[in-house]
């Protein structure tokens, strides 16, 4: 009786992981390797976000491109009125190998694509460039200020993926990063990097391979954290890592639809900002050594040197950590 009721629970189990996995091949359109497209961050919302993607992408790569024109809508009436005249079984033929023809080149300019992580979706492009369609949309907002979204946070554009490996992104980025600052090419710039649901991959050592190589493509490329010329993108969702070169990364709020319509407030002069912080931590560092001679002093006086030794050593520990 036990080796019936056994072998039942493995064929249940069968049946159970394959109906799974079927169900997750059916309908698994997620982002891969060899794709381009545009990472969306949202609020918990990603139904409504995608909705709003697919309203603000047409809208603006309508005004760049022109309206999306589907493969099955050209010339059917032409070809409808010649299928009179022809034989049957030769206008029968054309018709299949158009369907046919039609239904091979499917694909829409904007497809919908599961991201990998919460909270984000992956808009694959076709035919059209990214980074450009992006940047055009974040400079209208920020000139007109009008607010066209509602949970749509920030539009990062996927000029390229590759393998979420340190070895194979650098290979990748070899090239990739060519245009840009090969010589003669050259520039200041910045590395914006994030991983998610992904733990193989140590943010530090990235960015410093990264920086090595864009040193190496030409040196007069120079880092500029405060407002470089351009940004490298770089976007670890699981197994892919998506690029992407980047302009005014800063001016537009680091690519937030939703801060980069709010009306700039007047800010201090940089250099001005920059040197008034100097002081300020340097005021801070002289108070905090002032305050541990006078924290030691007292412990000699009061012939307890463990404490105040103690507590300097904490702090110079917390110190080197950060």
Not at 9 to 22: D, I
Request: a negative charge.
């Amino acid at each position: 009786m036990s080796a019936v009721s056994n072998d039942l629970r493995k064929r249940g189990k069968k049946r159970y992981a394959s109906g799974h996995h079927n169900k997750r091949w059916k309908g698994s359109r997620e982002l891969e390797v060899g794709m381009q497209g545009i990472l969306i961050t949202c609020n918990m919302n990603e139904r409504k976000c995608t909705a709003e993607a697919f309203n603000l992408l047409n809208e603006y790569a309508d005004l760049l491109y022109g309206p999306e024109k589907l493969q099955d809508d050209n010339g059917s009436s032409s070809e409808g009125e010649e299928a009179d005249e022809e034989d049957v079984d030769v206008a029968l033929k054309k018709e299949v190998a158009q369907l046919k023809a039609s239904g091979a080149k499917q694909e829409r300019r904007f497809q919908a694509l599961d991201s990998g992580a919460n909270n984000v979706i992956f808009i694959k492009t076709q035919n059209l460039e990214s980074d450009k369609l992006v940047h055009h949309i974040l400079s209208d907002l920020h000139t007109t200020k009008k607010k066209k979204s509602r949970v749509i946070l920030r539009m990062l554009p996927v000029s390229g993926t590759c393998k979420a490996f340190q070895d194979d992104m650098v290979k990748y980025l070899t090239t990739f990063l060519e245009p840009w600052f090969k010589t003669p090419n050259c520039g200041t710039y910045q590395i914006a990097f994030k991983a998610r649901n992904s733990s193989h991959n140590k943010r530090d050592e990235i960015i410093k391979s990264i920086a090595g190589l864009v040193g190496k493509l030409n040196p007069k490329n120079k880092v500029d954290l405060t407002n470089p010329e351009l940004t490298i993108i770089v976007e670890v969702i699981k197994a892919v890592c998506c690029i992407s070169v980047v302009k005014d990364y800063t001016l537009y709020r680091k690519y937030n639809v939703q801060e980069v319509v709010k009306e700039d407030t007047p800010k201090p002069d940089v250099n001005s900002a920059q040197t008034d912080t100097n002081k300020d931590e340097e005021k801070e560092e002289n108070d905090a050594e002032e305050t541990n001679k006078q924290e030691k002093k007292k412990g000699e006086d009061d012939n307890d040197n463990n404490v105040p030794q103690d507590k300097k050593e904490a702090d110079e520990d917390e110190g080197n950590g950060e």
